[in-house]
């Protein structure tokens, strides 16, 4: 029997509004929807081959092997693959990223949308793009948004077959760009499967949720209609409620570093003074500050001068996931 092979690439996202907590862990069906952006330049790019002669499925991530939790994950969804393929042999995976892991700029959205079209390619099945996000989502629930291009919406669904993410419109309707301000690499303590497990602990989670709907209409209206002032709003007002249930959950979850709050600040200043900017954060400390594309170089320079901030990368609205012929 050949080599089964295929090589995918995927970019991470932010979310605008954001995925917090699970109605269903093991399938990942979340207890609200989420919007986000994929991002360009960044990506992680996965080879996964199938051979019968291999002993075990393997993981190696920028050149290390990877055994545990994360190996465990990946057998997952190759696990699904195998069984909708009828595929019997183990694989390799070898999967390499241009940005720093474990550190909120989530990598793991973009490694499993990669291990999705990757595997399911090189195992002979052809998904659908919704079959594809609906895979990706079981590795990382996030992930299902970095299978489809652009300005990406995850419905959150009634159910296993119609949770997953559709573009809502493609990157070229709306040049924003995410300057990520690191100000830690260090990989974070609490992952985000771990803490969507916290996040029912939260007094503040049901109000969170409940108002979800509202924050994710006004959010899919900006976007559409390129409102950077209304988006900016209810950007960062779905961050700091995320934030605000991770602070309060039980154990609480604080994700910031001293150079998180002085981005958050500045930010929050510069809009004042009239700049078009907003911040958000994922469950880490480093920061995406959003802004319109002829802002961004303005607004990485002023971001490097901030006391804490290791380096600032450079994002557009990035396409879909994509196969490397
Ligand atoms: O997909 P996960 O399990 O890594 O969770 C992502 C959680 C956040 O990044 C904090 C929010 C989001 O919607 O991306």
């Known amino acids: 029997m050949p080599n089964l092979t295929a090589t995918a690439i995927a970019h991470p996202n932010i979310a605008f509004i954001k995925y917090w907590g699970n109605r269903d862990d093991a399938l990942r069906l979340p207890v609200n929807g989420s919007l986000s952006m994929n991002l360009d330049n960044l990506y992680t790019r996965t080879r996964v081959t199938f051979n019968p002669d291999l002993p075990a499925d393997s993981l190696t991530i920028n050149g290390k092997a990877a055994r545990g939790p994360a190996l465990i994950r990946v057998i997952e969804i190759l696990d699904l693959v195998r ?13 390499s990223n241009n940005f720093p892991i474990g550190a909120g700029i989530a990598s793991s959205a973009a490694a499993f949308a990669a291990l999705a079209l990757s595997a399911s390619t090189a195992a ?6 919704q079959d594809l996000s609906r895979l990706a989502r079981r590795g990382s629930g996030s992930a299902c948004r970095s299978i489809p291009g652009g300005f990406v919406e995850w419905q959150m669904g009634d159910s296993e077959a119609d949770s997953f993410a559709f573009s809502i419109a493609p990157a070229a309707h709306w040049p924003l760009v995410d300057c990520v301000a690191v100000v830690s690499q260090v990989h974070k303590v609490t992952g985000s499967s771990e803490g969507h497990g916290l996040a029912a602990s939260s007094p503040l989670q049901n109000a969170r949720v409940g108002d979800a709907p509202r924050r994710l209409n006004l959010c899919r209206q900006a976007i559409l209609t390129k409102d950077f002032a209304a988006f900016a709003e209810v950007v960062e007002l779905d961050c700091n409620m995320m934030h605000a249930v ?3 959950s039980s154990p609480a979850l604080l994700y910031w570093q001293p150079g998180t709050l002085a981005v958050m600040q500045a930010v929050t200043a510069w809009r004042t003074a009239g700049q078009t900017v907003c911040y958000t954060i994922d469950a880490g400390p480093n920061v995406h500050v959003l802004c319109p594309a002829d802002a961004a170089q303005q607004v990485q320079s002023k971001l490097a001068e901030i006391a804490g901030v290791e380096k600032v990368l450079i994002a557009g609205v990035g396409g879909p996931a994509r196969l490397e012929i």
Not at 83 to 95: I, N, P
Not at 124 to 129: D, H, K, Q, T
């Open 83 to 95: 069984q909708q393929a009828g595929q019997t042999g183990r694989a390799a995976v070898v999967s």
């Open 124 to 129: 002979g099945l052809e998904l659908s793009e």
């Open 246 to 248: 991770m602070q309060t």
